[in-house]
């Protein structure tokens, strides 16, 4: 089973910054890489997939990039509903489909 | 638009049954696969189960396997999690989710219903 470790765990920034989130895979995934944000009392929502491609209708503030094993998402300037959790999970050797543990991102 | 919508959740004691089900709309439901993941209270994802479009092939978590089934109804357009021997552990809000690509099962999340909570307790 691949395993996903998202750094930092929490992260705080204020509106107009840059957000840099990590993931790296305990293998190579290729590029099968996904993003999910997850606000407060709601389901995930998919943002990236197959590390850089946007899903319909997310805003392009949000971009991936990485391969292998190194994967980055990037919010290029943080608006304040950007507050949420960010997972990365991973389809590169599935079954079963892994998720990182999340990367609280705080908009202070 | 795609909705997904779960139903079955409550209380449950260990070792009894519980069967969730997700009433799907708004797309052709028998051209998709399709996933279960859950989320313990204040934890993160954890993927459970996947049913391909034809619902020919199924696969699960190791946590699950052997206690958990899922199947699809075509003509109901419903999606079901059969779950037997529940844990404490199992407890959960668990998500129906509809996978991103036609005629395939990538792996790709694409559409989340809102979730049912699962709770094991005796």
């Known amino acids: 089973e691949i395993v996903l470790t998202q750094s930092p765990a929490t992260l705080t920034l204020s509106p107009g910054e840059r957000a840099t989130l990590s993931c790296r895979a305990s293998q190579s995934v290729t590029n099968y890489l996904a993003w999910y944000q997850q606000k407060p009392g709601q389901a995930p929502k998919l943002l990236i997939y197959d590390t850089f491609n946007r899903a319909t209708g997310i805003p392009a503030r949000f971009s991936g990039s990485g391969s292998g094993t190194d994967f980055t998402l990037i919010i290029s300037s943080l608006e304040p509903e950007d507050s949420a959790v960010y997972y990365c999970?991973?389809?590169?050797?599935?079954?079963?489909?892994?998720f990182g543990q999340g990367t609280r991102l705080e908009i202070k | 638009q795609v909705q997904l919508v779960e139903s079955g959740g409550g209380v449950v004691q260990p070792g009894r049954s519980l069967r969730l089900s997700c009433a799907a709309s708004g797309y052709s439901f028998s051209d998709y696969g399709m996933h279960w993941v859950r989320q313990a209270p204040g934890k993160g994802l954890e993927w459970v189960s996947v049913?391909?479009?034809?619902?020919?092939?199924?696969y699960y978590a190791d946590s699950v396997k052997g206690r958990f089934t899922i199947s699809r109804d075509t003509s109901e357009n419903t999606l079901s999690l059969q779950m037997n021997s529940l844990r404490v552990e199992d407890t959960a809000v668990y998500y129906c989710?509809?996978?991103?690509?036609?005629?395939?099962?990538?792996?790709?999340?694409?559409?989340w219903g809102q979730g049912t909570l699962v709770t094991v307790s005796s």
């Open positions: 999970q991973q389809r590169g050797d599935w079954p079963p489909i892994t």
């Open positions: 049913i391909s479009d034809g619902g020919r092939n199924r």
């Open positions: 989710v509809k996978d991103y690509r036609v005629y395939s099962t990538s792996g790709i999340l694409e559409h």
